[in-house]
């Protein structure tokens, strides 16, 4: 099956600091990855979605200039925290889904989570 | 509003026994639906995804029925084992275009198995 992976699992980071974190489809090219966060006890709440070779296209809400997203091939996205507060501690889950013909349904593959944590 | 309500929130079986999970959606126009499972810690992983004209669809011990009239669903894990202790995410996509869609989750089934 599709395997999309994260790194890092898990980051600690200084508030104030950035941290990047990375998201790959390693068995097929995704022409689209999304981005969520999850808080405990919560469930996933999309972030933004990024189509390969455009901008991200970001939900309400979600600071764009915060949550930088780059989609730069079929097989990687990243998502950059800037100046990272306490606030932004969480869970971060990509996912990557390569659209079927028309009238199939899609798959959408999950990695596996990052948990960051700001101090 | 596109919505989807999962009960109970929370369940705790003994391990060997049978148990039901419940989701009612409010999601138009309506793609297909989705079950995950997402241990502590880790990224959901699809159980089920099933479109408007699939009443059911099993996946091992999980079995997973649509009825698109009342727009309701369920999971049905069958012989429960200890690594069965997860959360169960039911998911709809809502159709954007002909071939993607938007997914709209539910909060939620924390199952424990106790031994």
């Known amino acids: 099956g599709a395997v999309v992976s994260q790194h890092p699992s898990r980051v600690i980071c200084k508030s104030g600091t950035s941290v990047k974190i990375e998201c790959r489809s390693l068995d097929f090219q995704a022409t689209t990855m999304f981005w969520y966060r999850q808080f405990p006890k919560q469930s996933l709440m999309l972030m933004a979605t990024?189509?390969?070779?455009?901008?991200?296209?970001?939900e309400q809400g979600v600071e764009k200039d915060k949550f930088l997203i780059n989609h730069a091939s079929l097989t990687l996205s990243t998502l950059t925290v800037t100046s990272a507060h306490p606030e932004d501690s969480s869970f971060y889950i990509c996912s990557a889904s390569n659209p079927r013909p028309s009238g199939r349904s899609y798959e959408q593959y999950f990695g596996p989570g990052t948990r960051l944590t700001v101090t | 509003k596109n919505q989807v309500e999962q009960s109970p929130q929370s369940l705790i079986i003994l391990e060997g026994k049978n148990c039901t999970l419940q989701c009612n959606y409010t999601v138009s126009p309506f793609s297909n639906l989705r079950w995950y499972k997402q241990d502590t810690g880790r990224g959901p992983v699809s159980l089920t995804i099933?479109?408007?004209?699939?009443n059911t669809k099993s996946n091992g011990r999980y079995t997973a029925t649509l009825d698109a009239d009342t727009k309701q669903s369920s999971l049905h894990i069958t012989a429960s084992q200890l690594s069965d202790s997860a959360s169960y995410i039911c998911?709809?996509?809502?159709?954007?275009?002909?071939?993607?869609?938007?997914?709209?989750f539910g909060q939620g089934t924390t199952l424990q198995v106790k031994p």
């Open positions: 990024s189509n390969e070779g455009s901008k991200a296209t970001y």
């Open positions: 998911v709809v996509s809502a159709r954007l275009t002909s071939n993607t869609g938007k997914l709209i």
């Open positions: 099933m479109t408007f004209s699939e």
